[in-house]
């Protein structure tokens, strides 16, 4: 899997924002909110290919949680990132 590379995250305020870009102009409609977990995941992995395995190893390593958890919180992550299109899947 891959973050899409047209895609950008701002901190804007305490937001985390993705704002999701069409052709010719900036859909407003679709913008995404990260919570600063989700946010350091996507900074991690936003110029390299992953794994569901491989972000909960680094989310366990860097917050200090059992794998399980990591595992479950990581994938649900990635299933909305997903269905939002908002990366590429092998």
């Known amino acids: ?44 992995f936003k110029n390299e290919d992953f794994t569901v395995e491989l972000v909960a190893n680094r989310v366990q390593q860097y917050y200090e949680v059992d794998l399980e958890r990591a595992m479950n919180d990581v994938k649900a992550f990635i299933d909305i990132l997903i269905k939002g299109g908002l990366i590429l899947v092998d």
């Open 1 to 44: 899997m891959k973050i899409k590379e047209e895609l950008v995250l701002r901190r804007i305020g305490c937001e985390n924002i993705i704002i999701v870009p069409e052709k010719d102009s900036v859909n407003l409609t679709e913008v995404y909110t990260l919570n600063d977990t989700s946010a350091w995941i996507w900074e991690q």
